[in-house]
């Protein structure tokens, strides 16, 4: 099992993006890492957001392997 570390430097990052994104899906996502960087338990951000360990997991699994751009990634709808 990876234990993926975000840094206080990448809370900071998460924090700046969060101020000028509009999307509520993305601030979601960035509000979970973030969370997910300041208190080391995905039981615990997860509960403070309302969404599952795993998906706390998979969010900051995303933001680490490929950072903001990827966490922010939009998805072309199917054709």
Known sequence: MVR??????????LRE?????????????????ALRGEY???????????VSPQLVCHYVS??????LD???CRRKPKK
């Open 40 to 50: 080391s338990s995905n039981e615990l951000v997860a509960s403070l957001t309302g």
């Open 70 to 72: 990827a966490l922010l």
């Open 62 to 67: 995303i933001y680490c392997n490929g950072g």
């Open 17 to 33: 993006a969060l101020k000028a994104e509009r999307d509520v899906s993305f601030i979601k996502k960035l509000e979970v890492v």
């Open 4 to 13: 993926h570390v975000i840094t206080v430097e990448n809370v900071m990052e």
